[in-house]
């Protein structure tokens, strides 16, 4: 590659470089130890330079060829070429002195020249670089780097690099110094130390963990664990930098391979070419500033500045960041939780610029509050930006205004439904609800206030005082006052207000007038497995309180829940989500509580709600890993960890609301929407500690469940408001209960006491680190079940079987790495039963047929690849899935000389059989890949209702909105029914096929030990097979003879298989195929029975055949050369 000309003295330099070329103005030079004629490997130069190269960070690195441009009489040279390859710098040479040298004669002066190669050599790189992946700040030193990684690793051209780093990669106890490149797809390691070469090369989709560690001998670490091997690589110099760039791309190859829906609607992750290391720093940042101040997703960090902010109420100014997105300005304390503030751009009035010498600006909003921040680094520049950005969301702000406006009542978008039926629904609604449900059915009594209605009023008192020094509404300071108020608990009249601010709702809401009204609108009527399942659990959601006794409570429930199914049918709807809904509905309006679902379902609880509960199951692993740090006794007690996770799911999904009293779970949902996640969790130990001695005592897992469930029935809320007749239905029984009564405030208290030093950057960093694990352990299951089904039918070993189905997973995520939109991501849909999940086409189906296939060596393996796919692809999708693969490869290795030869005939006969455009086996071989799906796909996609029908019938998943459960039964059932297929099923076999098949044993035979003694055989069955045919139709025809069509038979005695081409098909036994049946019922045909029983007594077919096949060794090659072979295709 061209390089940007760097100064370099040749005297120094003569000790590792060689000159090869010369002339007047340039100088082709090999690195010592690198590439000698005759092919030898250097010697000790070879490993002291290679060591050299692999440590230092040079260009000489890069590659073993170089060229430099010298002046005559100068002692200065300039490199201006390298390249890995002899070719590739024989090829800029040859450019160098048919483009360059007759033009450099013509300038008079050194300089002049030197002006010139460097101007030229500077256009050649720019020119390359318009079309070019790389987008860093030095792109040079990157294109070096690039151009090593891709000599030492050979991965395909589209393998997009990220960054790199020199580190050290230790095995055992010994580190080897080199560099870590990091790429779209893959961690890879290169180290070369005195001869010994180290390469390693680490798919980003197969490691389960990935962790910074330490310990005595390595001070800071990166362990990587991937398919059970434990890896360790240190000596970063930027060992943070280093880890957030690979737990991002880890994180960006599970969700492009096991999330599919999230990956298309991800405009970064859509297109891997674009993926930069600023990128994902960027991102990365992003993603920790929406999820600590509640944004939309969209939202993008884009400054950060650290200043003081004053805080009016204390007299004091406090050291923090404050962070800028496109639509708000945040600003946190070093101690996140002793000040915290959110303005969105929208309620920004005006932004000035108070006092130059302290660097100071002030906000206003239109709560008429002031926000003052001091000593902010790039004050002039900082302020023009947030004016402008001010004007735009204003600007922004009134043109949705006006929108909303056009609606018949401008007074509330909310009003146009009212009074409008909800058609459709049984027993429904006539209005959208514009009140909270406790407002409905629990009014509060002004007159008679009681004990507890008393200390409600006092909690509403001290909010409001907090509100008068704080703020009340979006942008209002949030500090340690405002958790010890959460705490204790919020009011019932601002309970829905609150869960709306803190939880970020309120932001979706304002920006978005109107959009739930058009959302209730379009779902009215829509029947889909999401409404059956919503219209099933709408009377289990909550059924003891008045609430949802009644048709009011019912109806807000289902339109709320149908109008997100059908917003994010992703999601849908889930169990628990019915029970998290009911309780928004009682605090907060009927709009508010789909904006708090919205929010729980997708920030603040992501990927809880769907098939998989993985964000569940990777907030258990959370769990569990604080269960170990902070309750040791216990860990130590219960063998099995798995009990934590199994009994507090339902703490998760439903914020502790299905096993805690209603007045005490709204408690907890208090501290959720304020702190998100951390508060579950540190209730969850806080649970477990009270509970610690008897859960200690406790001899099963039985036992244990018992001593929880027993311990929430006991917890209650002594000040809540609510009517002692819903009380008691939350489960409250004093009578029944032998438990002390423990106050769920005195329990949250206790929680943040003991356990508030949880931070919310480690929470987040956890979840992290086990969504790898979880993903991993979710595929493990997956395969094992997979093997349990496919064991029963094959005869290959389960070890093999476990490494083929690897090779199969891998293959369809290699077809996934390098395209763009890649038809392979749509094949993986883990809501498909297990064997489903993964399925391959075509085109990958050969690739794997040429790496396992023991028919591989066959001229015409495309073709046999081709007609196996066919012959599998029963339902006609385009599809197999790996119990499909493995049946065919287990006949291949282990089937006996009869299934063997029995799928080679089924192979030539419809429906597996296909013309290809020659028969001639260098065109077998080589079918490209729009050749290769277009014959693989014939007879699919058939004009004809039947076959339509048909596909439909097979494949239960295809072309419904929702799976049809009955034809799967159906087709189980029938797949258990079927019975061997009989050799006497079999059709006979036509002309043109035979003639096929008789080329591809040949074909098989070719390099083969008994190559001769085969072709003999093979001869000689073929004439015994014309013959018989012969003689049978003059059998049939004794009158009148019929003039045979058979093709003159082949010498018995031939010394080699040229015989063969006697029987190749000529333009008429070509044309046969395609005739009429009237036409084509004078061809000879054979019955397998016939062609069996012909080769059986050929011993040298029969141990040709049954020629026992090493599947370890096949298995271990197919995996050594799997990526190299999909990365030339």
């Known amino acids: 590659m061209w390089l940007n000309p760097e100064e370099v003295l040749l005297k120094n330099a003569l000790k590792l470089w060689l000159q090869e070329r010369s002339n007047r103005y340039f100088v082709l030079q090999r690195r010592r130890g690198y590439g000698q004629e005759g092919g030898g490997g250097g010697g000790i130069a070879g490993l002291l330079v290679g060591t050299l190269d692999a440590v230092l960070d040079s260009t000489s690195k890069v590659a073993p060829f170089r060229i430099l441009h010298q002046t005559p009489d100068s002692q200065v040279y300039w490199t201006i070429a390298c390249g890995s390859s002899r070719e590739e710098i024989t090829a800029h040479w040859e450019w160098l002195e048919h483009n360059v040298m007759n033009t450099l004669s013509v300038f008079d002066s050194n300089e002049d020249i030197t002006s010139f190669v460097h101007g030229k050599i500077r256009g050649l790189i720019a020119e390359e670089g318009k079309g070019s992946l790389i987008k860093e700040e030095d792109p040079e030193r990157f294109r070096e780097a690039h151009m090593k990684f891709e000599k030492c690793f050979g991965l395909a051209e589209q393998e997009k690099l990220v960054t790199y780093y020199s580190c050290s990669y230790w095995r055992g106890r010994v580190p080897c110094q080199g560099w870590l490149y990091l790429s779209t797809n893959f961690l890879s390691f290169y180290s070369f130390l005195l001869g010994a070469e180290i ?110 902010l004053w805080v009016p109420f204390s007299h004091y100014n406090t050291l923090g960041k404050m962070c800028i997105s496109e639509n708000y300005i945040c600003f946190a304390s070093q101690d996140g939780s002793l000040c915290c503030i959110i303005i969105p751009l929208r309620e920004v009035v005006a932004v000035e610029v108070t006092d130059p010498t302290s660097k100071a600006i002030s906000i206003a909003t239109k709560g008429k509050r002031a926000f003052r921040f001091s000593e902010v680094r790039d004050l002039e520049h900082l302020v023009p930006k947030l004016k402008n950005r001010c004007n735009a969301a204003l600007s922004l702000q009134h043109s949705v205004s006006a929108e909303v406006s056009i609606s018949p009542n401008p007074e509330s978008v ?54 008068v020094e704080c703020g009340h509404g979006v942008d209002m300071f949030r500090t340690r006052r405002t958790r010890d108020l959460i705490v204790r608990g919020i009011p019932e009249v601002l309970r829905g207000e609150l869960w709306l601010l803190f939880s970020g709702a309120v932001n979706d809401m304002a920006t978005n007038p109107g959009y739930y009204t058009e959302l209730v609108e379009q779902s009215l009527g829509t029947c889909t497995l999401a409404t059956d399942e919503i219209e099933r659990d709408l009377r289990r959601s909550l059924p003891e309180h008045p609430a949802f006794q009644s048709d009011t409570g019912i109806s807000a429930l ?20 019915n029970i998290l809904t009911s309780v928004l509905l009682l605090y907060a309006k009927e709009e508010e509580a789909f904006w708090l679902l919205v929010a729980v379902c997708e920030r ?124 008691q239905a939350s489960g409250v029984n004093e009578t029944k209960c032998q438990y002390p009564k423990v106050d769920i405030t005195d329990l949250i208290r206790e929680s943040n006491e003991k356990y508030g030093e949880i931070r919310f950057e480690e929470v987040e960093c956890m979840r992290r680190r ?58 993986h849909d883990p809501s498909l039963p297990y064997l489903e999940q993964y399925r391959i086409d075509c085109q990958q189906f050969r690739v794997l047929y040429h790496l396992l296939s023991p028919w591989a060596s066959c001229a015409n393996r495309d073709s046999l690849a081709l007609w196996t796919f066919r012959l599998l692809d029963e339902n006609l999708d385009g599809l197999i899935n790996f119990k499909e693969f493995a049946s065919t490869l287990d006949i291949m290795y282990h089937g006996s000389f009869t299934h063997k030869l029995k799928l080679l005939f089924k192979l030539h006969i419809p429906p597996a059989f296909t013309e290809v455009e020659s028969l001639s086996p260098s065109k077998g071989a080589q079918l490209s890949k729009e050749e290769l799906i277009h014959l693989s796909q014939l007879n699919i996609s058939s004009p004809g209702d039947s076959v339509d029908a048909d596909v439909l019938k097979m494949s239960p998943e295809k072309g419904k909105g929702k799976v049809d459960i009955q034809a799967y039964l159906k087709q189980w059932q029938d797949e258990l029914l079927k019975k061997e297929e009989s050799i006497k099923d079999l059709p006979r076999m036509g002309q043109s096929q035979f003639i096929q098949f008789s080329k591809t044993l040949y074909n098989l035979f070719h390099g083969d030990p008994e190559e001769e003694l085969l072709y003999r055989a093979i001869a000689t069955v073929t004439s015994l097979l014309l013959r018989m045919e012969e003689v049978g139709r003059k059998l049939q025809s004794p009158t ?67 020629k026992p096949i090493d599947v370890r060794a096949k298995l271990e090659d197919a995996k050594a050369s799997q990526l190299k072979a999909r990365a030339r295709v």
Request: proline fraction near 5%; hydrophobic fraction near 40%.
């Open 558 to 577: 289902r339109r709320v829940l149908t109008a997100y199914a059908y917003r994010n049918p992703k999601i849908g709807y889930c169990q628990a989500m």
């Open 199 to 308: 390469k390693l090369v680490i798919s980003w989709d197969e490691i389960s963990k990935l962790e910074k560690t330490s310990n005595v001998i390595l001070t800071e670490s990166i362990y990587v664990c991937s398919r059970g091997e434990d890896h360790y690589f240190s000596m970063f110099l930027h060992i943070s930098e280093t880890f957030l760039l690979m737990e991002q791309l880890a994180l960006y190859a599970v969700r492009r391979l096991f999330d599919k829906e999230t990956f298309e609607g991800d405009p970064v992750l859509h297109d891997p070419l674009q993926i930069t290391k600023r990128g994902l720093e960027s991102r990365a940042h992003s993603e920790q500033f929406n999820a600590f101040f509640r944004l939309p997703k969209e939202e993008s960090l884009r400054e950060v500045h650290e200043c003081f």
């Open 1040 to 1106: 009148s003879p019929v003039k045979s069509t058979a093709p003159p038979v082949a010498d018995n005695n031939a010394e080699d298989g040229n015989n063969l081409q006697e029987v190749q098909p000529t333009p008429q036994t070509d044309s046969l195929a395609f005739q009429s049946p009237s036409k084509a019922s004078n061809e000879w045909s054979f019955a397998f029975e016939q062609i069996l029983a012909s080769l059986m007594n050929e011993p040298a077919l029969v141990r040709f055949f049954e």
């Open 770 to 827: 086990n969504r790898l694990y979880v993903i991993q352990t979710l595929e493990v299951t997956t395969k094992q079940n997979v093997l349990r089904v496919v064991s029963q039918d094959v005869k290959i070993s389960l070890g093999n079987l476990e490494e083929l189905y690897e090779i199969f997973k891998k293959e369809h995520f290699l077809s996934c790495y390098w395209t763009v939109n890649s038809p392979a991501l749509k094949h």
């Open 414 to 467: 909310l009003d146009d439904y009212e009074g409008q039926p909800m058609a459709n629904h049984k027993g429904n609604s006539k209005m959208v609800s514009t009140e909270a449900l406790m407002t409905v059915f629990h009014p509060q009594d002004a007159e008679n206030l009681d004990v507890k209605m008393l200390k409600e009023k006092m909690k509403e008192q001290s909010w409001n005082i907090l509100f």
């Open 604 to 727: 603040m609880l992501p990927d809880y709600f769907n098939r998989q509960i993985i964000g569940a199951l990777v907030d258990q692993a959370v769990f569990e890993d604080l269960i170990r740090d902070h309750l040791p006794q216990l860990t130590e007690h219960m063998t099995d960890m798995t009990f934590f996770s199994s009994v507090s799911l339902s703490w998760f999904l439903t914020l502790f609301i299905s096993v805690l009293p209603i007045e005490s779970a709204v408690n907890v949902v208090d501290c959720f929407f304020y702190d998100g996640i951390k508060a579950i969790l540190q209730l969850g130990l806080a649970v477990l500690d009270y509970n610690m001695d008897r859960l200690l005592t406790c001899k099963d897992d039985a036992e244990a469940v018992t001593v929880l469930n027993r311990f929430f029935d006991s917890v209650t809320n002594k000040d809540s408001p609510l009517p002692p007749a819903v009380q």
